[in-house]
């Protein structure tokens, strides 16, 4: 498997334009997350998927923050309009079902908002 | 709610020095515990776990032992080489009605060893 992909792996965009990031999890895993990562507050999750559904979005930070996972093999986390203050590392993670699976991180996708 | 403490760093060691990375946490109900490493530019890698008190996990010649009693889960490895620079995330996933939580992240510890 090529484990869980990211896509871009890096996005420079203009303050109030909509920024776009893409997952495909590993094939068959039930669970998948969202984490944002920044110097100041660390690694963050922002939200979960448990079989397509979203479980817990008590992580996004405020209401310009959307995530969707359409199939069991996408999923997008949108941001609309973008802000500097959004500048971070996002990673995607996908995870079984079984007790205490482990979580497998994509490689992460740098933005940056200017 | 849960968080997770740990060292932050950096952490500056000679090679074949000894390791050890405190990290606590306080949770909800009853956590499994992990360590994850980031390499520079890249994600992040399951380095090991432990699901029930006094499990311990190991990997790579690093261990930790799951300490109920102290809430703690500290990194240790006897030995450590160049190659294991790199920054370390102790984590934990707790159990909720509907299913596995997202993991809880301590702020890293960013370990550098010197030749």
């Known amino acids: 498997d090529a484990g869980v992909i990211q896509s871009p792996r890096h996005e420079v965009t203009e303050m109030g334009q909509e920024v776009t990031l893409r997952c495909k999890p590993i094939s068959g895993h039930d669970y998948l997350f969202w984490y944002r990562q920044t110097m100041m507050r660390g690694l963050e999750l922002l939200i979960y998927?448990?079989?397509?559904?979203?479980?817990?979005d008590s992580g996004m930070p405020e209401d310009r923050f959307s995530a969707k996972m359409p199939n069991a093999s996408f999923s997008t986390l949108k941001i609309q309009p973008s802000e500097p203050r959004d500048s971070a590392v996002y990673f995607c993670a996908s995870s079984g079902l079984r007790y205490a699976a482990e979580q497998y991180f994509g490689p992460g996708t740098r933005l940056t908002v200017t | 709610g849960n968080s997770v403490t740990q060292m932050e760093g950096p952490v500056t060691l000679s090679e074949e020095a000894f390791l050890t990375i405190n990290c606590t946490y306080t949770?909800?109900?009853?956590?499994?515990l992990f360590w994850y490493v980031q390499y520079p530019g890249e994600g992040l890698q399951l380095l090991l776990k432990a699901t029930k008190a006094d499990d311990k996990g190991s990997n790579k010649g690093f261990e930790a032992t799951y300490r109920k009693e102290t809430t703690s889960f500290h990194l240790e490895k006897g030995s450590v080489q160049v190659s294991d620079s790199a920054v370390y995330f102790c984590?934990?996933?707790?159990?909720?009605?509907?299913?596995?939580?997202?993991?809880?992240f301590g702020k890293g510890t960013h370990l550098i060893i010197q030749p």
């Open positions: 984590a934990l996933r707790t159990y909720s009605g509907g299913g596995a939580d997202g993991l809880t």
């Open positions: 949770a909800t109900g009853y956590p499994s």
């Open positions: 998927f448990n079989n397509n559904v979203p479980i817990d």
